[in-house]
């Protein structure tokens, strides 16, 4: 088994084919991380999500980190580590209206890509008339490893 670092050519080809993460922000010195589907362009994430404890916390803090894990045969995986930070685009700034834009036809070329951002426990589904927002997190910094089995690299 060895471990090597991966380039950031290798980080960006795997955001661009992963739709899945976890996201991690903190507030009052308190870390949450939550799993949450995105799309990457431009060099920066975009995702979707209703108000809640993520939001709140990136609001108070918008320094966040991802982290993508890709799993490979047996023991073999990826994982690249993004850190960046939170802009929301309001719906009431016309300055974020092409971001917006944008960030809805990356994600809705995927199926459910609303989800779990969309869904809070004991909720109705996302409806016409929901709280949604759409957010990006501009990467400020990008990593990356993998582990492998056989051979060296």
């Known amino acids: 088994?060895?471990?090597?670092e991966l380039?950031?050519?290798d980080c960006t080809n795997i955001l661009t084919r992963?739709?899945?993460g976890h996201l991690g922000c903190a507030k009052d010195g308190r870390p949450y991380v939550v799993p949450f589907y995105f799309c990457y362009a431009d060099s920066r994430l975009y995702a979707f999500s209703m108000p809640g404890q993520k939001v709140d916390y990136m609001r108070a803090n918008p320094c966040v980190c991802v982290l993508v894990e890709e799993r490979g045969e047996g023991r073999e995986w990826?994982?690249?580590l993004v850190n960046g930070r939170f802009e929301?685009?309001?719906d009431d700034t016309p300055?974020?209206?092409a971001a917006r834009e944008h960030a809805w036809t990356l994600l809705?070329?995927?199926?459910?890509w609303w989800e779990p951002g969309g869904l809070k426990p004991f909720e109705r589904p996302v409806t016409d008339h929901s709280l949604h927002l759409f957010f990006r997190i501009g990467v400020e910094q990008i990593s990356g490893r993998e582990a492998k089995e056989d051979g060296m690299p």
């Open 108 to 112: 809705s070329k995927h199926v459910n």
């Open 95 to 97: 300055q974020h209206k």
């Open 18 to 20: 992963s739709h899945f």
């Open 88 to 90: 929301e685009l309001k």
């Open 1 to 4: 088994m060895w471990v090597r």
């Open 78 to 80: 990826r994982s690249v």
């Open 7 to 9: 380039s950031t050519l």
